[in-house]
């Protein structure tokens, strides 16, 4: 079945500090992966999408992935955190043999100190 | 442009009451997606449309759950008779399908059901 992993569950980063965030797939086909970032009260906005190509995408507000077939991955990174990167971080996957809909993971709540 | 509006955004309602939910996704967007989320479980999907048609309502958790599409531009979730563990955020996103626009959701702001 298909599944989407975030290994952590919480994050505490300085300001100006580097930023990993895991994410890890199960799915048969090409994956097409997205990251969501969700402030709080608020919906998901979207953050960046890997459908094909070149496997480091860039996305929206400095961040960006690395899609890793290897080790089923796609990873979200940002050199310097901003205090306004504290969220929710949702990894998801595309089921498009399905219609389209879109899985995510459990999430990831960073937390930023200054 | 405006967004995915989601209404009502709070709702305190008491068990054994009906709820609806409404959205209206963006203009021109033909599929649209229920999620529920909880800090139990996350993210579920509860069903989708496309071009109004329900696809996949796997995600809906029991019969109580019923999801409408009458036309393009609105969208019920209603549950009936609610119950305490249908609190939650309730989600309304919509998309554009398509070859050259695959998979970004635009997502409502939510709803935050809370039922005593």
């Known amino acids: 079945a298909q599944s989407v992993t975030q290994p952590d569950i919480h994050i505490t980063v300085s300001e100006g500090a580097s930023l990993e965030l895991r994410c890890n797939y199960s799915?048969?086909?090409?994956?097409?992966l997205f990251w969501y970032v969700q402030s709080p009260g608020q919906g998901l906005q979207l953050l960046l999408k890997?459908?094909?190509?070149?496997?480091l995408v860039q996305g929206i507000k400095g961040f960006e992935a690395e899609f890793k077939r290897s080790q089923s991955s796609f990873n979200l990174r940002k050199p310097s955190v901003h205090w306004s990167d504290a969220a929710e971080y949702f990894c998801?996957?595309?089921?498009?043999?399905?219609?389209?809909?879109?899985?995510f993971g459990q999430g990831t709540e960073l937390s930023v100190k200054p | 442009d405006a967004g995915v509006i989601q209404s009502p955004r709070h709702e305190v309602t008491e068990m054994g009451q009906e709820v609806t939910l409404r959205c209206k996704p963006i203009s021109g967007h033909n599929s649209l997606f229920w999620y529920r989320q909880t800090m139990m479980r996350g993210l579920e999907l509860l069903i989708y449309f496309n071009n109004n048609v329900p696809i996949d309502d796997s995600g809906m958790p029991e019969d109580r759950f019923s999801a409408k599409m009458p036309n393009a531009s609105f969208s019920t979730l209603k549950i009936q008779p609610s119950e305490p563990r249908d609190s939650a955020v309730y989600f309304c996103a919509s998309s554009l399908r398509g070859l050259s626009n695959t998979g970004e959701l635009f997502f409502g702001e939510g709803s935050r059901l809370t039922v005593l």
């Open positions: 890997y459908f094909s190509g070149d496997t």
């Open positions: 998801a996957v595309a089921i498009y043999n399905q219609g389209g809909k879109l899985i």
């Open positions: 799915y048969g086909a090409t994956p097409y």
